[in-house]
């Protein structure tokens, strides 16, 4: 009997405004055997947003129920709004040979670190405050007081994550460009 | 009148049985434009050692004079034995548009930072202090005191690193054909 060869689990964290959503929707459309674990939330869909393609949207109380049996891979409590990896999908594409893109914070991948140790854990990293400041005003979805909130969560991140032993590629994202080239180079390298 | 491009100056600094002598040596003999910057140093080789190649072995004298007339991009004093990358040698490389490599230590790199930000940083970390040790007791050229003064060293650069807002890369040193192909990659996605 053929064993098929299991797929491997690429977890990207960043903060917000560091164009990581850019990133994987380029390595996804050029590398067939990656795909994006969706993840549930029980924030309301932005401008352009597809349900079962960018996320699930689903409410809260529903969230809490899958939450409760265990249903999520990492999950996380964002300004009120609830995040998370449905278990079941990673391990559906992982079963059937395919890699799996995990978008997700440095929360989420610190709970990932715990449950699958193995995953390759890559951070994007802003080039400065200022820059990372200037990139979330810069996108325009938000208030001003959740720019700022963001702004505050990410620079604790940052910190969070000079400490943590948890990544194994640290890229400071200047330029999308090179960025991504990267990227692609490690999710090749990872499958040698 | 043609004005030539100039030459990019990628640092990797890591620590000692990182395997970044190999990894250097491996990237040098496939790519024809990257050459590497030959050091001074006051230490005596090592059986294999080339004058020239590997370093320039000169007396601490002979240093001594070169640093004080501003002659080195950095330098630092090891164990009593100095390490210096001669000024001129470098910019004779980038002005005739060749990339150049620099294998130095955290504490050159952060010299480098300071003379030339916008240098490419790339660190190479090992995966773990245990994996460390037994990295450097491994290479058997050095006396268990070097080695565990080594590793004193080693252990300080991991957390000074983590710090450092230098570095523009940091890789996860697991295993040396995926750090190889990475760094393959950093490098041709910053000649973009």
Partial sequence: MLSKKKGRL??????????????ARE?????????????????????GEVNGRDYFFITKSEFLRRKKSGGFLEWANVFGKFYGT???EVERHVRGGRDVLLLIDVQG????????PKAVFIFL??????????????????????ILKRYRVATRELKALNDLKLCDYRIVNRDLRKAHAILRAI????RL
Same sequence: chains 1, 2.
Wanted: net charge positive; aromatic share 2%; with cysteine.
């Fill in 125 to 146: 990293a802003p080039p400065s405050k200022e820059e990372l400041k200037r990139r979330l005003e810069k996108r325009g979805t938000d208030s001003k007081n959740e």
């Fill in 109 to 116: 991948a610190k709970q990932v670190k715990h449950t699958e």
């Fill in 86 to 88: 449905p278990k079941k």
């Fill in 27 to 47: 390595l996804l459309k050029e590398d067939k055997n990656l795909v994006q674990s969706v993840s549930c939330t029980t924030r309301p869909p932005r401008p």
């Fill in 187 to 190: 999710i090749h390298a990872e």
């Fill in 10 to 23: 690429f977890v990207i964290s960043a903060s917000s405004g560091t164009g990581k959503t850019t990133l």
